[in-house]
């Protein structure tokens, strides 16, 4: 069993940063893929960025390629999402996740989910 817990969430104007965390307790969390997904209101959930074990290999949605740079600290059980230049189109509930099996980019490959963390960006 693995309990995640989103921090950092807030409000923000455009063009403003962020910086979120997501910290793990239970089952070692080296062994994990970890996933950033983002759910606005009336849209699917969809994956941010992704990132290995050991933090060698990452993966960002074209939408926010540039912009957020996805990390972890396994000492700290801790994977964050540093997002700059957020754009009204970023605002929605921001979710971590650890990979299961299957593609890695879809949200039911990923077995546990945090609770989420709301992220508004105004124009």
């Known amino acids: 069993q693995v309990e995640l817990v989103e921090s950092g969430g807030g409000l923000v104007q455009a063009g403003g940063s962020l910086r979120l965390s997501c910290a793990a307790s239970g089952r070692p969390f080296v062994s994990y893929f970890v996933a950033w997904f983002r759910q606005a209101p009336g849209k699917e959930r969809e994956i941010v960025a992704n990132i290995n074990w050991s933090g060698s290999s990452t993966y960002y949605a074209d939408s926010v390629k540039g912009r957020f740079t996805i990390s972890r600290d396994n000492a700290k059980n801790t994977v964050y999402l540093q997002m700059n230049s957020l754009k009204p189109e970023d605002t929605a509930v921001y979710y971590c996740?650890?990979?299961?099996?299957?593609?890695?980019?879809?949200?039911?490959?990923?077995?546990?989910w945090g609770q989420g963390t709301q992220v508004t960006v105004s124009s």
């Open positions: 996740a650890t990979h299961r099996s299957g593609p890695l980019s879809t949200a039911s490959s990923y077995g546990y």
